[in-house]
């Protein structure tokens, strides 16, 4: 049972260029979440998504896109990178929206902004 | 705004002394308060989830209570492999944001031989 597995694990990018971070989960969760971690700071919410077809925005969106077409995926795409973006991010799935219940992590992905 | 404050920021034990780390939180509606533990390089580990006042869960040398305020995460007897960051998070009612967990910034907990 693998969980919540994304990739890559790390990557370094330039100023400007655009990727994407790939997330898939095996648990049949309906929600899932991308979040990113700075230094000083808590995991903080970037988008999130209730179901296929169904994106929202989360604390700090900008400079992100998202969109889940099955309910085993969720990609975080950067559109054109920058410094600011550097982190590390994580995804996360849950059961249900509205659920109480823990939210499961990934093992993030570095990444780096030249 | 839904805000949560853990303390201290780093804590270094010898092995077998007890002790606490504080979550401090404010929210709009609380459904639930989160512990997590997360090592060097990976992602947060599930602990805990309280969900109202006076409720306590455990788990080997871990122990988390909850009040209306705030939340403990009582060590006992701690072991070098209990050395990690421990997060607590909050999640509200359902006011927009999914749900939405609020991170603290965590504890940096050390135990030595």
């Known amino acids: 049972n693998a969980g919540v597995t994304q990739t890559p694990k790390f990557q370094v990018l330039k100023t400007g260029q655009s990727m994407t971070l790939q997330c898939a989960q095996d648990?049949?969760?309906?929600?899932m979440s991308w979040y990113r971690q700075d230094p000083g700071m808590g995991l903080r919410l970037i988008h999130y998504?209730?179901?296929?077809?169904?994106?929202d925005q989360g604390e700090v969106p900008n400079g992100y896109n998202v969109s889940r077409s099955t309910t085993e995926d969720f990609p975080l795409r950067l559109l054109s990178a920058a410094p600011s973006q550097t982190s590390v991010y994580f995804c996360?799935?849950?059961?249900?929206?509205?659920?109480?219940?823990?939210?499961?992590f990934g093992d993030g992905t570095r990444l780096s902004i030249l | 705004e839904d805000q949560v404050t853990q303390s201290p920021e780093a804590l270094r034990l010898q092995e077998g002394e007890s002790s606490s780390l504080n979550c401090s939180y404010t929210v709009s509606g609380l459904r639930g308060l989160f512990w997590y533990r997360q090592d060097p390089g990976k992602g947060p580990e599930f602990l805990f989830t309280l969900y109202s006042a006076g409720e306590e869960k455990e788990k080997e040398r871990l122990k988390a209570t909850l009040t209306k305020k705030e939340s403990f995460l009582h060590i006992t007897a701690p072991k070098p492999e209990d050395s990690a960051t421990y997060l607590c998070a909050v999640q509200a009612g359902l006011t927009g944001g999914g749900n939405k967990l609020t991170f603290g910034t965590g504890t940096q907990l050390k135990v030595e031989l």
């Open positions: 996360a799935s849950s059961y249900s929206q509205g659920s109480n219940q823990p939210q499961h």
């Open positions: 648990m049949n969760h309906e929600y």
């Open positions: 998504s209730v179901g296929a077809g169904i994106t």
